[in-house]
């Protein structure tokens, strides 16, 4: 949701760092993943030790990757499936440091059990929100859009994790967030798996 609404500013503000890169002849590919590997190396070195002011800037840094390779393609006309595919597969891999990190924390010195849990159940529901996506188009059908894309999932989990290691507010901050993430992801897989229901019989 956020995407939509977002993606006309950080096209604007990122574009001039997409030319340069282009120009230096860096492929968008190499962004992509020098991008995946800043977020998963910030999520899970800093994370897991309770450094979440750290963290998050680290992994907001790289997560503009995911935007400039897009940019990137665009400018040099290197758009293909290939660069779509790599670029689906690596945001899978950096969404799941995140929340692996934050729940590392929380299994560990964090030592909140009902934390972690909520960790994870929003790990599994982010990854069922893209696999309905990509399943439905496999199919023929679409399945985008809902309360909870990826970039709203991002924002909610990042800028909370953030203000809770800058100002040390509290883990109860950052809890009430997730069950809402939470309840948020259930309702976007229901919203596709709805939609594509209502396209195959429609068929």
């Known amino acids: 949701m956020l995407d939509k609404y977002t993606r006309v500013y950080t096209t604007r503000i990122l574009t001039p760092i997409a030319r340069a890169f282009t120009k230096a002849r860096i492929s968008p590919d190499v962004v992509t993943i020098v991008g995946t590997a800043g977020v998963t190396v910030g999520a899970l070195a800093f994370y897991p030790r309770g450094e979440f002011l750290v963290g998050t800037l680290v992994i907001t840094a790289f997560v503009f990757a995911d935007n400039i390779d897009g940019i990137m393609a665009r400018l040099s006309g290197r758009k293909s499936n290939w660069g779509a595919f790599l670029d689906s597969v690596l945001d899978r891999v950096g969404d799941a440091a ?19 849990a ?7 529901l982010g990854a069922v929100v893209s696999y309905a996506r990509a399943r439905a188009e496999s199919l023929g ?5 809902g309360i909870a894309e990826r970039a709203d999932r991002l924002v909610a989990v ?17 809890e009430v967030v997730l069950w809402l993430l939470m309840a948020a992801s259930a309702w976007t897989v ?4 709805r939609h594509v229901h209502q396209q195959a019989v429609q068929a």
């Open 98 to 116: 995140i929340f692996a990190g934050l729940a590392l924390w929380f299994a560990g010195d964090g030592d909140n059990t009902r934390m972690t």
């Open 141 to 145: 059908y679409t399945a985008s859009g």
């Open 158 to 174: 990042l800028v909370t994790t953030g203000l809770v290691g800058l100002f040390g507010l509290s883990i109860v901050v950052l």
């Open 190 to 193: 229901f919203q596709r798996v």
């Open 118 to 124: 909520l960790l994870m159940a929003c790990l599994a």
